[in-house]
RNA sequence: GCGCCAGUAGCUCAGCUGGAUAGAGCAACGCCCUUCUAAGGCGUGGGCCGAGGGUUCGAAUCCCCCCUGACGCACCA
């Protein structure tokens, strides 16, 4: 339900259309001063009178008594109070309506690409890549709810001269039992080791570079050796989406587009925009207040750039996509403008529709992360270590232990606390903040929704009508109003590219439910009463389970 | 130096497409479980919304300038 349409409905006046009115209209602060507002100080100047005339003048041609019960002036203001009962009522019916699990919104044939979390091969899959995972996992099934069609894409990072050091590590310091036991921590060692030792014998960079270019050139041993430590990641990692749902449906990366960059060179070099500048290929963006972008280096090796210029292409060329989204950290905002500023150059008419989604900088309290020193936290380690937490907090309160409960608690602890804020905020991982179980975060509202669960299944079935006055609160009529805002809270989400709209409506919710249910007994001896607040209440749990399945979270019904 | 982002309570944040007394959580203190899950609820204290100008009937929100911090700026990704 829109109210702001239910006041227009109820409001025709000669100074303005409906549509003005519409976009005049505010939905109010303050429960007291009704559900929607009209300020009209903006009128004054044009009708020469003063705000709280003018409010008087339109209060006298609002239709009062039906869906808008009634309308007072409060200073300049014009406040509408709608009628409760109505639009409770509707309100339910509407989420009855759309029962225990949402269905998508209508589906609107149009693709958005994705591209997220985007991990590198042998190497951790640390918190620095809880970001991009969580926020592009949330923002997959947010554009799902909405009707699109969704490509999850994970740009893997499996090209470059690390492999090359990586293999010559294996080489001569590799153990297949440590790496079959330890997977990728293994690896990760031969990798810092390698930096190590290449810090005492310098010609080990030169070996480094020599084994990529067998990589390059097919050398089978190197291949060999390339795929095994591709899949070893693979597979691990494979277990930590799981863990965290998300899932992708092309790990189409860098190794991809390998034979794919040459026609965009070409392309760029056709249509006069390569330059060469200080022995590299270059499009200058200096008009553009850029520096360079560059597209081939001295040597003839492609670079980033080159890559990301490939698979926009590529992505445009196999998905017509009508969005494509980069969840990637903003260290690289530079580069993407420049990018899209190139695919643009070239004349692509849809490169307005490729959107860097930017966010913070993971740190661990002070210190920078840094694979090279091995100095990481590992996501798997987080996970885990929340899930023991969870299981000690359920023994300890409950004297059992509950393992698909505490996994779900768990991780959804890590993954609120990552969706929580706004995804341009700097983070600095804490484990205590991570593993906080009290007040705003993923266990308060995994309980909100037990709590629910639990009173719906003690009240079995009940049989009762609809009564307006079980609801007549202000406890429940917050309830209502944000039941109502759900899908509305869902588009500012997309818009926004921004699933924290989505983790604070879901707090809010969960605490105005918790006020409700504090103030008012659901199981009653009035079977209306019940059924009434029953009602409110599969609503609540529904609008719960469901938003948090749109932030990655699986909803418990005990705890 | 240039560019970009951020600065709101002790800490972490919401509010930012201008509207009514600036909101939460954590931390501190004090209450509330013989009744549907206390991982909960209620209360108390805590703010020159980084500084200064401007626009406006009205600014945390828009504009200018400055300060602080993060990030980026040529052959890594």
């Known amino acids: 339900m829109d109210f702001k349409k239910i006041v227009c409905e109820n409001f025709k006046t000669e100074a303005m259309t409906s549509d003005e009115l519409y976009a005049s209209l505010m939905p109010t602060q303050d429960c007291k001063n009704g559900d929607v507002c009209l300020p009209c100080f903006r009128f004054a100047k044009a009708l020469r009178k003063s705000p709280a005339a003018i409010a008087e003048d339109f209060k006298d041609q609002v239709?009062?008594?039906?869906?808008?019960?009634?309308?007072?002036?409060?200073?300049g203001y014009l406040n509408f109070f709608l009628n409760k009962a109505y639009i409770t009522r509707a309100v339910l019916d509407e989420c009855a309506q759309k029962g225990d699990t949402y269905a998508p919104l209508s589906r609107l044939n149009k693709t958005i690409c994705i591209d997220y979390s985007s991990i590198n091969i042998a190497k951790p899959f640390h918190i620095g890549h809880l970001l991009t995972t969580v926020i592009g996992g949330s923002l997959y099934r947010v554009y799902k709810y909405l009707g699109y069609d969704v490509v999850g894409i994970n740009h893997l990072g499996d090209w470059g001269t690390q492999f090359g050091k990586l293999i010559v590590a294996y080489k001569k310091w590799g153990d297949d039992e440590d790496i079959e036991k330890r997977k990728v921590r293994a690896l990760l060692d031969l990798y810092v080791r390698f930096h190590k030792e290449a810090e005492k014998d310098e010609s080990l960079n030169d070996e480094g570079r020599y084994w990529f270019k067998q990589i390059e050139d097919g050398n089978p041993e190197a291949l060999a050796i390339f795929?095994?430590?591709?899949?070893?990641?693979?597979?691990?990692?494979?277990?930590?989406?799981?863990?965290?749902?998300?899932?992708?449906?092309?790990?189409?990366?860098?190794?991809?587009?390998?034979?794919?960059?040459?026609p965009i060179i070409d392309e760029l070099q056709n249509k006069g925009l390569l330059t060469e500048s200080e022995g590299a290929k270059v499009v200058d963006l200096e008009e553009w207040g850029m520096p360079p972008c560059l597209i081939v280096k001295k040597d003839?090796?492609?670079?980033?750039?080159?890559?990301?210029?490939?698979?926009?292409?590529?992505?445009?060329?196999?998905y017509d996509f009508d969005k494509c989204l980069y969840v990637v950290a903003y260290q690289q905002n530079l580069h993407f403008k420049q990018v899209f500023k190139v695919l643009e150059l070239l004349g692509y008419d849809w490169a307005d529709r490729l959107v860097h989604v930017p966010f913070g900088m993971v740190s661990l309290e002070g210190s920078t992360l840094s694979t090279r020193e091995g100095k990481v936290v590992f996501l798997d380690d987080v996970l885990d270590t929340a899930v023991a937490k969870v299981g000690d907090v359920m023994e300890q309160k409950q004297g059992k232990r509950d393992e698909e409960t505490a996994k779900k608690v768990g991780v959804g602890a890590v993954i609120f606390y990552a969706l929580s804020s706004a995804r341009i905020k700097d983070l600095v991982f804490s484990y205590d903040k991570a593993l906080s179980f009290e007040g705003e975060t993923g266990p308060y509202l995994q309980y909100a929704h037990a709590r629910c669960r639990s009173v719906i299944a003690k009240a079995g079935e009940v049989k009762g009508k609809f009564s307006a006055g079980a609801l007549d609160s202000a406890e429940a009529y917050e309830v209502v109003k944000l039941l109502n805002a759900f899908d509305q809270t869902v588009r500012e989400a997309a818009e926004k590219y921004e699933p924290s709209v989505i983790s604070h409506y879901l707090i809010t919710l969960a605490k105005a439910y918790n006020k409700f249910y504090i103030d008012n007994r659901?199981?009653?001896?009035?079977?209306?009463?019940?059924?009434?607040?029953?009602?409110?209440?599969?609503?609540?749990?529904?609008?719960?389970?469901?938003?948090?399945?749109?932030?990655?979270?699986?909803?418990?019904?005990?705890?």
Do not use: P, W
């Open 63 to 75: 239709n009062t008594g039906g869906a808008v019960e009634k309308c007072e002036v409060a200073g």
């Open 300 to 318: 003839g090796a492609t670079l980033y750039a080159t890559r990301d210029l490939a698979a926009a292409k590529y992505r445009h060329d196999t």
């Open 522 to 559: 659901i199981v009653t001896d009035d079977n209306d009463v019940t059924f009434t607040r029953l009602a409110l209440t599969k609503a609540v749990a529904a609008a719960l389970k469901n938003g948090l399945k749109l932030i990655l979270i699986d909803a418990v019904d005990k705890m």
């Open 227 to 262: 795929e095994k430590f591709k899949e070893i990641t693979l597979k691990e990692v494979a277990k930590v989406y799981d863990k965290l749902g998300v899932k992708f449906d092309s790990y189409a990366g860098e190794s991809f587009y390998n034979d794919k960059m040459q």
